[in-house]
């Protein structure tokens, strides 16, 4: 099994004779063109605008167990395929995963809509090294500490950085992944595990109901509304994260713990340990800070799945904790 390391910090060029001879490569290039930037915001703002008319949609016609028992699965397979799959086995090797669960995490990942799994992996590797510093894709604090730059920051770390022509080099912050030929592939079938994710729902709804309303409000509920609540949700990670929480653990950046984001963001919204310690594969380290990711990690483990997993030892989390600073922050 290939373990990924935490973070790529070569500085050659993307350019150079290693690099050119690693397989080209997965969905998405370093440029981001106009149709794909056309295409990013539908795929943002369709989602969006359904989370929008939910309460309302609601209201006037209700919402099935089916429908809520449809949005809750799918959210959490996909929010865990991006907690656990892309960010701590892919991005940080938190643990090794055997063949078929890596792969299965690549898919799941793939499946919260969220950009191909390479693409995902460089940026948050990209991140990691720069953390709210200069080259940082996407720091809340890029315009500065003023109220005015600030909120600017915020809109730039949620959603707008996603729109910047220039991207992420691959092939110089996940060669890991472009060389491993079954991620490879998944990266480029981003594009097919998108449709599976966003047509599921509705064949299970209209196939349960066995009726067109059926299938139309599982698409609504299972497909939009999950899709644009996972995806700020996600986002909130990069932007409020990093702007406020506490933090009781020692980093080089902003990053702070913000507790009512733990449950939707599968245990993510615990970033201050997570960037104190980017390896660890648990991040709710302190009493009482669920982390699901780290519980469906410790049951692979058990079942044989996953193997050197990097739990945090207590001298480990002490050794990171700021000084004076009690268990209870």
């Known amino acids: ?18 690099q050119q ?19 990013l915001a539908l795929f943002i703002g369709v989602p969006f605008l359904a989370l929008l008319a939910a309460i309302p949609f609601a209201w006037g016609w209700g919402m099935s167990w089916l429908d809520l028992g449809l949005m809750t699965g799918m959210y959490f397979l996909g929010c865990h395929g991006i907690t656990v799959g892309f960010h701590r086995h892919f991005t940080h090797g938190s643990f090794k995963a055997k063949r078929p669960l890596r792969i299965a995490l690549a898919i799941a990942g793939s499946m919260a809509v969220e950009g191909p799994i390479v693409r995902w992996v460089a940026d ?9 510093a200069e080259g940082d894709p996407h720091s809340p604090w890029r315009y500065g500490e003023t109220v005015p730059a600030l909120l600017k920051g915020l809109f730039w770390a949620h959603m707008g950085w996603m729109f910047d022509e220039e ?4 092939h110089k912050y996940a060669p890991d992944l472009i060389k491993d030929p079954a991620i490879r592939a998944v990266s480029k079938q981003f594009v097919l595990w998108t449709t599976v994710s966003l047509l599921l729902p509705p064949l299970v709804g209209g196939l349960v109901t066995m009726s067109w309303w059926g299938a139309f409000t599982a698409f609504f509920w299972g497909s939009l509304v999950r899709v644009a609540l996972l995806h700020h949700v996600t986002w909130s990670i990069n932007s409020i994260c990093h702007a406020v929480g506490k933090r009781p653990f020692k980093s080089r950046d902003k990053s702070g713990n913000v507790w009512w984001l733990a449950v939707l963001s599968c245990g993510e919204s615990w970033h201050n340990l997570h960037h104190a310690d980017p390896t660890s594969a648990r991040h709710g380290v302190l009493r009482w800070q669920l982390d699901s990711s780290a519980r469906l990690i410790r049951w692979f483990e ?3 799945w996953a193997t050197d997993v990097r739990w945090p030892s ?4 002490a ?8 268990e209870a922050a």
């Open 314 to 317: 207590e001298d480990r989390i």
């Open 167 to 170: 991207q992420t080099p691959q």
């Open 1 to 18: 099994m290939t373990t990924t390391p935490e973070v790529i910090t070569e500085s050659r060029d993307p350019a150079t004779t290693d």
């Open 21 to 39: 001879q690693l397989p080209s490569a997965t969905l998405g290039a370093d440029t981001k063109g106009s149709v794909e930037q056309i295409t």
């Open 319 to 326: 050794s990171r904790r700021k000084e004076g600073v009690a």
């Open 124 to 132: 948050h590797r990209r991140h990691h090294k720069f953390s709210d």
């Open 302 to 304: 058990q079942l044989g």
